[in-house]
């Protein structure tokens, strides 16, 4: 409205300059104004209609304040592009809450717009409006579109120092005994062979050696690991739940860092879901699954054994 003001305010300058006037410069002045106005509008009621956008983030996920790019690419159909692109957008969190809602003009064929990320949490990026104008941006068609990207905003891990010998939280696999299968733990004996080159002397065992004449080695079993149950609740983003997530994290990773195992409860609903975790891409997935879909309220009575709660920066051990 006011580019289409400011050409109107023009145009009646020029008349009254005719008018008044009465030269012939000056009405050639307002008949080529008009005619200019006319001719962009007709030119651009096409490529109006039709120019669309489309949408990319960079990296789909990142640190805690740090920042990602979001280009927007203008898709013209039609020779002639229209004016400008005037794009509304908002962004999302998990909660379903606006974080951010904010406009930018699209003036060529794209545009980056940063975007500060300064708490944890899965947020959406979302586009429901666009403007496309005129050549001369004084007139608009008002487009409804539907499209949206999302990104994960991680943690920061620092070393934290957890007494695993004050928790204990055993668990054996029934169905699959940990000790009828290889491993390291020679304090079960899985089986004995004979002596292969490459063996280690101190696995020989030397009784049995001598009663058959051979040399025979004792293979370990797999050693009884710690199970961990580890569980969080999330209901907002701000500082409490980020320096929450930096410890959660941070425990997971010092728990992989040990060769330990555990599970994250990822869903409280009954039954109770969990993710097994032995790997940090594994951590990751059940981390922005959490991100994703928040627990807000957790039930402590369907947990099926001892657990470990994570509140805040503190670790609380609950023995069932």
Not at 190 to 211: A, C, P, Q, T, V
Request: charged letters at 20%.
């Amino acid at each position: 409205m006011k580019n289409l003001i400011k050409y109107l305010v023009f145009l009646i300058l020029l008349y009254l300059l005719w008018f008044f006037v009465l030269g012939y410069f000056s009405f050639l002045l307002f008949f080529m104004f008009l005619s200019l106005l006319v001719l962009c509008l007709l030119l651009s009621i096409i490529p109006m209609r039709k120019t669309t956008i489309t949408m990319e983030i960079q990296p789909h996920y990142c640190l805690r304040d740090e920042n990602v790019t979001v280009t927007f690419y203008r898709q013209s159909r039609t020779p002639i592009d229209c004016g400008k692109i005037v794009i509304d957008y908002q962004i999302i969190d998990a909660f379903s809450k606006v974080v951010t809602k904010d406009h930018m003009t699209l003036d060529d064929q794209k545009q980056d717009v940063t975007i500060a990320c300064p708490h944890c949490g899965h947020y959406i990026i979302q586009v429901n409006r666009i403007k496309c104008f005129d050549l001369l941006q004084c007139f608009s068609v008002t487009k409804k579109v539907s499209l949206q990207k999302s990104f994960d905003v991680m943690p920061h891990y620092y070393p934290v120092d957890i007494m695993l010998q004050q928790v204990h939280m055993y668990e054996r696999q029934e169905d699959h005994p940990l000790n009828h299968q290889k491993g390291d733990d020679y304090s079960e004996i899985f089986e004995i062979r004979s002596y292969r080159e490459g063996d280690e002397l101190k696995h020989i065992h030397w009784n049995m050696s001598s009663k058959f004449q051979e040399f025979l080695v004792k293979v370990g079993s797999e050693p009884l690991q710690e199970r961990w149950l580890l569980m969080m609740e999330y209901k907002e983003n701000n500082d409490f739940y980020d320096e929450q997530f930096d410890y959660f994290y941070s425990v997971c990773v010092s728990l992989l860092k040990t060769n330990k195992t555990f599970e994250i409860v990822t869903s409280s609903h009954d039954p109770l879901q969990v993710q097994f975790v032995d790997s940090l891409d594994k951590l990751l997935v059940s981390i922005k699954w959490i991100m994703k879909n928040p627990i807000e309220s957790l039930d402590f009575s369907l947990m099926p054994r001892s657990y470990c709660f994570i509140h805040g920066q503190n670790l609380e051990v609950h023995h069932q």
